[in-house]
């Protein structure tokens, strides 16, 4: 499996940014899998921020970004998305984007749930 994660970017306070996420693969059947977004701030250990269960859409969110950040996908295009607003300094962050087998998005929060990772794309977001 592979995961390309891009739309990272500068952005000022209170500013929004999309990241992308798409998953490929020879025998990946994606359906079942949950997709998820980690976040890894200099100096801190990675965090869970989102994560979508393909087969039924049913999503999670970490409460930090709850109400601020939405996890969606494209079926056709294998993509996962997380549309960030209301961003703040705090969001700064590479951020992951992460493929694991489990289906139960409550077990799916800890970075060991995951198989595959993508390379990460930088936030950085300025006061």
């Known amino acids: 499996v592979q995961l390309q994660a891009s739309g990272g970017g500068l952005v000022q306070a209170g500013g929004s940014l999309r990241l992308s996420c798409a998953a490929s693969g020879r025998t990946f059947s994606i359906s079942r899998y949950t997709l998820g977004w980690f976040r890894q701030a200099p100096g801190k250990e990675r965090e869970f921020v989102s994560a979508?269960?393909?087969?039924?859409?049913?999503?999670a969110y970490a409460d930090s970004v709850k109400g601020r950040f939405t996890i969606s996908k494209d079926n056709a295009k294998n993509t996962v998305y997380l549309q960030m607003n209301s961003l703040k300094p705090e969001d700064t962050a590479v951020y992951y984007c992460?493929?694991?087998?489990?289906?139960?998005?409550?077990?799916?929060?800890?970075?060991?749930?995951?198989?595959?990772w993508g390379q990460g794309t930088l936030v950085t977001v300025s006061s």
């Open positions: 992460a493929a694991g087998s489990g289906v139960i998005l409550s077990s799916m929060r800890s970075a060991g749930a995951y198989s595959f």
């Open positions: 979508i269960a393909w087969f039924n859409g049913r999503t």
